[in-house]
């Protein structure tokens, strides 16, 4: 699907951490812990992640 390939192209650190926060509803704060990362940097990827996400999908829809 458009998703999964859009999530390909993100950078794997980013990839993951998105993944596991919307496949298995982990909180930003729970992903910290899991990943021995700071709280500031899970939230900095995961924004990050869902930019590089919503230009992705904006090309493959023709918007953008």
């Known amino acids: 699907t458009a998703v999964h390939g859009a999530l390909a192209e993100l950078p794997e650190d980013q990839r993951t951490l998105v993944e596991m ?3 298995e509803g982990l909180s930003h704060s729970e992903l ?6 700071p709280l500031g940097t899970v939230k ?9 996400l919503r230009g992705s999908l904006t090309r493959i829809r023709g918007d953008g």
Do not use: H
């Open 21 to 23: 926060a919307f496949f």
């Open 44 to 52: 900095t990827r995961i924004r990050s992640a869902l930019g590089k």
């Open 32 to 37: 910290a812990a899991r990943v021995s990362m």
